[in-house]
């Protein structure tokens, strides 16, 4: 009967959980839509008024590395309600700002508070449930990321239509409705009770910092990110409580999935960031049609997330990866020979490459967390989800020059069309890269399974 009650329970905090990553996600993506209004009445230049989203990321993409490896210490329970009461607050203050300078503060606290959630996100499934069931429960969360995608642009085109765009940050306030759920469901499991070397954290935050700095400002800031980069490897070799363990990154299976996240999510990052400039620039769609074109992607996300982690827990990941790999070469390889068709077209390849990606992503998921020893999942997993956001700062610098340098002739030899031979061309390489990610795949699997047969 306990037991009973025990899975009844976990089952409900995965769905707080859900809508919890939903508010975060809607977090991010609402104020991307009111930077215009916001530098009209503040009369700022573009480059300071980008500060309100990029200062939002840099710290979000920080934090939950920071995050991950408190939890590995403290208990996941007083962590998350610490960051959804500071982004709460930080919420508040963001309604009621009036200035330019408290209106960054609101963004940085809530962006400090808000890191906690994807942290969380990723430990409940491997804490909460066991290893057959870890890929549904990753599935789940991850619909919250979908929901977020579909439903930000819009709540945040009618709110702004209706009332000053101030009233965005009382959205994130619905946050505290979860608290007294949490503090009934999340349990009071003590991590391992070692010291925090803080200034090996200050350092991999430091460098990160600058890295992501150098892709959206200026590169001479990459120079800075590997000198601290150094001395953070310097400091984890010497300290005695070093802020991640070496053996982490002698862990062969962990790093070369993380290298494998790194591509898949850059590689991803071109359907949110590609979509809305194509449709506009190729299909000629107004403003407010290119975000409801998105919106049947990420609502087929939410609807088929939860089978993708059904199949990684019953047929294995390597299936699921094959399934999502399929769906993206798919994806890329049509919009790259069909740039030019109809919006009805475009929107279906849509949904087909976003949920290969959200399956990709449960994949990259399931199978980090299988590396990892519990003592390292908190920091293990937090680093999965920073090297997302230093992968997609990367991705969309990229694909913002690639963009720029307009393509003369198209290198998808299905598609000879001067129409939007740019997108064209981006796609045909993305999806020559998954085709190339998915040959790699196979023969490592192989080598894996020579090896295993001859020991």
């Known amino acids: 009967m306990n037991k ?9 905090l995965l769905m707080i959980m859900m ?99 994807p942290a969380t996100a990723t430990l409940i499934p491997i804490r909460y449930f066991p290893l057959e069931k870890r890929g549904t429960a990753m599935g789940t969360v991850f619909i919250g990321t979908a929901l977020g995608s579909a439903i930000g642009p ?23 409705l979860t ?14 009770n070692t ?3 803080w200034l090996g954290g200050g350092l991999l935050a430091l460098s990160v910092a600058q ?21 953070f490897i310097y400091r984890i070799r010497l ?23 790194f591509l898949v999510t850059g590689i991803g990052y071109s359907l949110f960031f590609l979509t809305p400039l194509f449709l506009a620039d190729v299909q000629n769609l107004p403003v407010n049609l290119i975000g409801l074109a998105m919106v049947p992607a990420a609502a087929a996300t939410a609807l088929l997330n939860r089978q993708g982690g059904k199949i990684a827990d019953s ?33 279906i390849f849509l949904i087909i490459g976003n949920v290969g990606q959200s399956f990709m992503m449960i994949v990259m998921s399931k199978s980090i967390s299988l590396t990892l020893p519990s003592e390292h999942s908190g920091v293990g997993m937090g680093l999965l989800m920073m090297q997302n956001f230093i992968s997609g700062s990367i991705a969309i610098g990229i694909y913002g020059r690639a963009v720029d340098m307009a393509g003369e002739s198209p290198w998808n030899p299905f598609n000879q069309l001067s129409i939007g031979t740019t997108f064209s061309n981006i796609f045909f390489v993305l999806f020559a890269l998954h085709v190339f990610i998915l040959i790699v795949y196979i023969l490592s699997r192989r080598v894996t399974r020579s090896k295993n047969i001859m020991n």
Request: charged residues 10%; hydrophobic residues 50%.
């Open 154 to 176: 819009i709540v945040s085109s009618l709110v702004v239509t209706i009332v000053n765009w101030r009233w965005l940050f009382c959205i994130p306030l619905l946050v505290l």
């Open 19 to 117: 809508l919890t990553v939903t508010l975060s996600s809607m977090s991010i993506l609402m104020f991307n839509f009111v930077l215009p209004q916001i530098s009209k009445e503040f009369q700022l230049t573009n480059s300071q008024v980008s500060w309100v989203t990029s200062a939002y990321t840099l710290l979000y993409g920080i934090g939950t590395a920071i995050y991950g490896k408190l939890a590995d210490r403290y208990k996941l329970k007083n962590l998350l309600i610490f960051g959804l009461l500071l982004f709460a607050f930080a919420s508040l203050l963001g309604f009621f700002s009036h200035s330019y300078l408290l209106l960054l503060v609101a963004r940085c606290l809530q962006a400090a508070g808000a890191a906690t959630i």
């Open 4 to 12: 009973e009650l025990k899975k009844q329970g976990n089952e409900k």
């Open 239 to 261: 300290a005695k409580y070093p802020f991640i363990q070496p053996q982490l990154f002698k862990n062969k299976t962990y790093i070369s999935y993380l290298i494998l996240a």
């Open 315 to 347: 047929k294995g990941t390597p299936t699921l990866f094959f399934l999502a790999s399929s769906l993206l070469i798919i994806c890329f390889f049509m919009l790259s020979t069909f740039i030019y068709s109809t919006s009805m077209l475009i929107a």
């Open 211 to 231: 890295f992501l700095l150098g892709v959206t400002n200026n590169v001479m800031w990459v120079t800075g990110g590997i000198a601290v980069l150094v001395l």
């Open 195 to 197: 010291r925090i070397d």
């Open 179 to 192: 608290l007294p759920l949490y503090m009934k469901y999340l349990g009071d499991e003590e991590g391992t």
